[in-house]
């Protein structure tokens, strides 16, 4: 059995996050990732001015992720549409490009990482690994993401009963395209679903979309859904005809929206996903596990493991507003009736909604 004072599962934003501000201190930790190399994650990519505020005390420069910003927010429902300037600038970033520069600012702070690590399972405070090896420590860190782990999953109930699925695909966008994303982020707004699309740092642009379960299976397939939306929404029609005959799509399933820890337990710090899902149209998943990481991490400096469930139950607080705007926003915007409510989104509005779906450090 191995032992370490603080064990840090997954090495994502609040992972590495968690491994910073812990390296900093000097305190012992290790953080443990499945993935051998960094890959390009299906969720996140889009960084709020909140959290851009985040990185800075992580001591990460944004322009190292990406030197362009994002200005605006355009929102699209059948032919409507509605604009308006962001509180402030934001960021979008391949999440291979986020998760390298995060977790290579931990090692250079000293941080512990082994990577190539699969939890099977928690129990008792202790983690039991793919290849049999028990690793126990008096706290835990669970930056596992969207992926549960046996012991601490999420609730089923947490999915609903028309689960979400998220779907992403990649697009080089011809030279006019790509000019006419710069600076800005647009949403498409349809039923039982909602679509992001933005430029990113190595030239793509970075379609994410989250759908429920029935209306994809009406469709058929995701492509299926992407060339009926297309139809339905001219803008979104030509970013759908760049897509390339190759592209993968990828996509989960289950994704539970609006959910909330609201408890918590002895020696465990639950992070980012494993914390709360925010829905994805608020662009805060990213900001909510950055957040998380930082501060469970200054706790435990302060309280040590058994200032955990204290945590736990501060952080639900925390974000029972910013998910609970967003599901709101998020149900008006998967309605039938969207498009008839776009004349009334006025840039005002647009903004207050998106200042009330942020969580600071």
Excluded at 39 to 59: E, I, N, Q, V
Excluded at 144 to 172: E, F, H, M, Q
Excluded at 211 to 233: F, M
Aim: glycine residues 12%.
């Amino acid at each position: 059995m191995t032992t370490t004072r603080a064990l840090i599962v997954g090495g994502g934003p609040a992972g590495a996050a968690v491994a910073i501000e812990l390296a900093r201190a000097g305190l012992p930790h290790l953080l443990i990732e499945r993935s051998r190399e960094t890959g390009d994650a299906l969720c996140g990519g889009f960084l709020s001015w909140r959290t851009l505020d985040t990185l800075a005390r992580l001591g990460i420069d944004p322009d190292q992720l990406n030197p362009a910003r994002t200005t605006t927010v355009r929102i699209f429902a059948g032919s409507r549409v509605a604009h308006a300037a962001l509180p402030r600038p934001a960021l979008s970033v391949s999440r291979r490009r986020l998760d390298t520069v995060l977790l290579a600012a931990a090692v250079a702070q000293g941080a512990a990482v082994e990577r190539g690590v699969t939890v099977r399972a928690i129990e008792d405070g202790q983690v039991r690994t793919a290849d049999g090896a028990v690793i126990a420590a008096p706290a835990l860190f669970l930056a596992n993401g969207k992926s549960d782990v046996r012991g601490t999953a999420r609730p089923a109930s947490a999915r609903g009963a028309d689960p979400t699925l998220g779907i992403r695909v990649r697009i080089v966008p011809p030279p006019a395209m790509a000019r006419a994303l710069a600076g800005q982020i647009d949403l498409y707004l349809f039923d039982r679903g909602y679509a992001g699309l933005a430029m990113q740092e190595d030239g793509s642009a970075n379609l994410c979309m989250a759908v429920h379960r029935s209306r994809l299976q009406e469709v058929g397939t995701p492509a299926d859904l992407l060339a009926e939306l297309g139809r339905a929404i001219p803008v979104l029609g030509e970013c759908v005809a760049a897509i390339a005959p190759d592209a993968t799509i990828d996509a989960i399933a289950n994704v539970p929206y609006g959910w909330r820890q609201t408890t918590g337990q002895a020696g465990q710090y639950r992070l980012g996903d494993q914390a709360g899902v925010i829905p994805s149209l608020a662009g805060e998943g990213m900001g909510i596990a950055l957040a998380s990481g930082l501060a469970a991490a200054r706790a435990y400096r302060t309280d040590g493991a058994g200032g955990a469930a204290a945590w736990q139950q501060q952080l639900a607080r925390t974000l029972a507003r910013p998910i609970g705007v967003a599901g709101a926003v998020r149900r008006v915007a998967e309605s039938r009736g969207a498009a008839r409510l776009i004349p009334f989104a006025h840039p005002v509005l647009i903004r207050m909604l998106a200042q009330a779906t942020r969580i600071g450090a």
